[in-house]
């Protein structure tokens, strides 16, 4: 995922670039881009990673630090989430620092977007605390219910 999107202009990001075109999804779109932290929970192939992808690009150039996507999908062990933020920004913990205050401090400084695909429910990482008003996110989730 590391293509660039036409639509993200020259802000630093790891979204996948587009190879279809997006239909649809008008309100669901417009809803999404005035909250701050947003999850999209449904059946699988409703369409919730298109959307927080779709979104997040539309977005991208609101955030000077860019816009993230963290695969957290395939995480069996949440003790792996903070290395999987590591991974997405393109970092490496090379301090004697607790990993967890490493990237917070780092996150701290930044004003990104945080694309968080969880798949069946992960915990939320910590590199974005709610109440953070530097950063912004949107979190994909499976979960058993009707297509909206």
Do not use: I
């Not at 701050?36 to 539309?58: H, I, M």
């Not at 150039?61 to 995480?75: C, K």
């Not at 003790?79 to 991974?87: G, I, M, P, R, S």
Request: aromatic share 4%; net charge positive.
């Amino acid at each position: 995922m590391s293509q660039r999107h036409s639509r993200t202009a020259s802000r630093p990001h790891n979204l996948p670039t587009e190879l279809t075109s997006f239909v649809g999804r008008r309100r669901e779109t417009a809803e999404a881009k005035t909250t701050r932290l947003l999850t999209l929970t449904g059946p699988g192939g409703a369409g919730k990673t298109r959307l927080a992808l779709r979104v997040a690009a539309d977005l991208v150039r609101a955030f000077p630090d860019g816009a993230w996507v963290v695969e957290l999908a395939n995480l069996l062990d949440p003790a792996l989430v903070t290395q999987a933020v590591f991974n997405a920004l393109g970092l490496r913990d090379r301090s004697a620092g607790w990993p967890v205050g490493v990237l917070t401090q780092y996150v701290a400084e930044k004003q990104l977007l945080d694309v968080e695909l969880a798949g069946h429910g992960a915990t939320r990482g910590p590199a974005q605390p709610a109440d953070d008003p530097g950063h912004a996110g949107a979190r994909t989730c499976r979960a058993p219910g009707r297509r909206e």
